[in-house]
């Protein structure tokens, strides 16, 4: 970790408890719900990449979204005495269903991770001593690995170009604004306060694509950023996933909305000439994105 941020200490402070929530939603694909058909081939290596965590205070609460594949009898086997189960008695919108995951937390910190993506066994211990040490600090992040359905790295550590160490909340909302992505990375790159999930009011579902960074914008506006360059966490890049059953259009207008409210929100005090170069590079990030969408494809038809 660079100077600005401060090292990870052995231990967290223990009145500090961090809640992890997988997404266990095994529903037929639609765009306005979680689609995780392949959940429950993935949720024993997810389960074992949190369980291999190395804190002890925190507790790990799996939200099942009306799973109807074998994801319950995959909980069901779990004997980690940290982890507890809930089921959602109806398959709940995405938005919805990420918002009910951390309502039922009962801890200061926060982190999301779908049931199809992993983390290394420090990251939890490590994002969580950034925040312990420093209440200014409204988010932290890690870069990602990009794996494929079969677990194979496509693209190795991405995310947080000129965004490392300890950086003020303007400044990487314009960086956001430029990139025409996400450089702040998936939910299983981050971690964040629940006060301040509460305070700016949860996931909004007015936004598919760029959800979870509308969410990372907003609370930002509660404090500072921390980019840790660790590659802590793999995302997968899924033929099923929400992204790939968008299309190029949606998910370019999508992004393209978010921004302009990004423009439109006085605080920020977007530049015009970030604009410009936004709508360059959100170009180019839908080629890659597609690219990879493609790839994934198909792998799992192989």
Known sequence: MQQQCRRARASVRHDRRTRLRLRCDCSPPRLDRDPCVPAA????????????????????VVLDNNSTDGTAEILGKARDGRIRVERNKTTLPLADNWNAAVESARGD?????????????DCIERQASILSDDSDVALVACR?????????????????RGL????????????????????LGPPAAVMFR????????????????????ELWTRLLRTGSF????????????????????????????????????????RH????????????INSRTMQVRRTA??????ATAHR
Do not use: Y
């Open 164 to 183: 490392t160490g300890r950086r003020p909340s303007r400044e990487v909302i314009r960086k956001v604004v430029r990139s025409g992505g996400n450089p």
């Open 41 to 60: 081939d993935h949720l024993r290596a997810t389960l074992a990449s949190v369980t291999a965590q190395r804190l002890d205070e925190m507790e790990i």
């Open 226 to 265: 921390v980019g840790d360059p660790a590659t802590l966490a793999s995302f997968r890049v899924s033929s099923t996933s929400i992204t790939s059953t968008l299309g190029m259009r949606t998910q370019m207008s999508e992004h393209h909305e978010f921004v302009q409210r990004l423009a439109a929100n």
């Open 194 to 213: 629940r006060r301040d999930f509460d305070a700016v009011g949860g996931f909004d579902g007015d936004f598919t694509f760029p959800m979870e960074l």
């Open 109 to 121: 910190l926060i982190k999301l991770l779908c049931a199809d993506d992993l983390i290394s066994p």
């Open 268 to 279: 920020w005090r977007i530049p015009r000439g970030d604009l410009a170069v936004a709508s």
């Open 144 to 160: 990602v690995d990009m794996i494929d359905d079969a677990g194979r790295a496509v693209r190795r550590d991405r995310g947080l």
């Open 292 to 297: 990879l969408q493609l790839r994934a494809r």
